[in-house]
C-alpha cells in the first residue's frame, strides 16, 4: 500500500501539467503514487503526460470521457490504493517535500487529516518553471525567477475542534491529506462549489486534525479557470447547501452544528458567493441571482442576524451584520468593479 494517493485531474491543460507533474515525481516522500486522470482533454496535455509515464513507475494514468472536475477526482478515488489521499489540480503545483511534511506529521500525530499553508499565484507568464531545479529540494528559486506578478501568502486558522472547523476551515480539497478510509462520501457531479459539499460532510467523519504551517501549494491563479468565469451556474451554491444540510439532518448531526452551518451559509453567500455574482456579465442573471440569495438567506435563517458566532468581533462579521436588501445591492455593485 503506497503512503499517499495524489489524485490529479487534467482537463486541456498543456500550458500548465509539465510543472504540476515535475512537483510530483520530484517528491521527497517516494511511497506515494500519482493518478492522473485525463477527463478528455483535446490538447497535448496526453503527448506530456505520456513523457513522465514513460520515465515514472508510480504514474497510474487513467483516462475517461469529459465530466467535469468532480468526476474525474471520483473516478481517481475509485483507483487509490493509499494511506492517505491528496488532491491536486493539474494547472497548480506543489513544494516538492509537501507529502513528507504532511505525512510525517498525520503519522507523527495519529491525524486523520492535515491542512498546509499555500500561495495565491499571479503569474507574469507560464512556462517550464523546473527546467532547472535547484539541488537543495526547495522552490526559493520559484520565487526569485520572477514568473509571478504576486505571491499571496494564505496563512490558516488553526481550529481546536470541528465547530471551529466548520467555522473557518479553507474548503479547497488541494492543501489537504485526509485518511482514504474516512471518505465516505464523494464529489458532487455537475455542481460549482464542489469542494464546499466535499469538505461539509468530509468534517463529522474526522476524529484528529493537524496542521503544517508551511505555504506548499502554488494555487494559479489565470483568467480562464473555473472560478474566474461566473455564469448563471454560481447560483448552484444554493443546491450544494441543501445538499449539505440534508447530510446532516439525515446523520442526525443538524441540531449539534445549526450555528455554524447557519453562519457559514450566510458568511459564503454574503461574502465570496456574492463576490461572483457580481462579477456575472449577464445583467438579468447577475440581479436574479443577488435576488435569489437574499430570498434564501432569510428564508432558511430568518434570525441570521442572531446567529452566535456572528456576534464575535471581527471585519468580516462587521460588514455581514450591515448587510440589509439595500446594502446588499450596494454590496454588489462595489463588488462589481474590484
Known amino acids: 500500500m503506497p503512503k499517499v494517493s495524489v489524485i490529479v485531474p ?7 501539467i509539465k510543472n504540476c507533474l515535475e512537483s510530483l515525481v520530484n517528491q521527497t516522500l517516494k511511497d506515494i503514487e500519482i493518478i492522473i486522470v485525463n477527463d478528455g482533454s483535446t490538447d497535448s496535455s496526453k503527448s506530456i503526460i505520456d513523457e513522465y509515464i514513460e520515465k515514472y513507475d508510480n504514474i497510474v494514468y487513467l483516462e475517461k470521457e469529459n465530466g467535469g472536475l468532480s468526476d474525474a477526482r471520483n473516478y481517481g478515488l475509485n483507483y487509490a490504493k493509499g494511506e492517505y489521499v491528496a488532491f491536486l489540480d493539474s494547472d497548480d503545483y506543489v513544494d516538492i ?3 513528507e511534511k504532511m505525512y510525517n506529521k498525520a503519522i507523527a500525530e495519529n491525524s486523520d487529516y492535515v491542512e498546509c499553508d499555500f500561495y495565491w499565484a499571479y503569474p507574469k507568464k507560464i512556462k517550464n518553471s523546473f527546467s532547472k531545479l535547484e539541488n537543495d529540494n526547495s522552490y526559493t528559486n520559484l520565487k526569485k525567477a520572477n514568473h509571478y506578478s504576486k505571491l499571496k501568502l494564505d496563512n490558516g486558522y488553526i481550529y481546536k475542534n470541528k465547530k471551529e472547523m466548520m467555522t473557518y476551515g479553507r474548503v479547497v480539497a488541494w492543501n489537504k491529506l485526509i485518511k482514504r478510509e474516512i471518505i465516505t462520501e464523494k464529489f458532487p457531479v455537475s455542481l460549482n462549489y464542489e469542494d464546499v459539499e466535499f469538505f461539509y460532510k468530509l468534517i463529522p467523519n474526522i476524529n484528529k ?8 501549494v502554488y494555487y494559479i491563479q489565470r483568467e480562464n479557470s473555473i472560478v474566474n468565469k461566473q455564469d448563471y451556474r454560481t447560483g448552484q451554491i444554493f443546491n450544494v447547501f441543501n445538499n449539505v444540510f440534508d447530510y446532516y439532518k439525515k446523520n442526525d448531526l ?3 452544528y445549526k450555528d455554524e452551518l447557519e453562519y ?14 457580481a462579477k456575472i456579465k449577464d445583467k438579468v442573471a447577475r440581479e436574479r441571482l443577488i435576488d435569489e440569495t437574499w430570498q434564501n438567506l432569510n428564508t432558511k435563517f430568518p434570525n441570521w442576524k442572531k446567529n452566535s458566532i456572528l456576534s464575535r468581533k471581527s471585519g468580516k462579521n462587521f460588514y455581514i451584520k450591515s448587510v440589509n436588501k439595500f446594502t446588499l445591492n450596494m454590496y454588489s455593485k462595489i463588488f462589481k468593479i474590484l
Request: with cysteine; charged share 25%.
Open 254 to 256: 443538524y441540531d449539534e
Open 264 to 277: 457559514t451559509y450566510t458568511r459564503i453567500l454574503l461574502c465570496s458567493s456574492l463576490k461572483r455574482m
Open 97 to 99: 517535500s509537501i507529502y
Open 10 to 16: 487534467v482537463y486541456n491543460v498543456e500550458k500548465y
Open 209 to 216: 486534525f493537524s496542521f503544517v504551517k508551511e505555504p506548499l
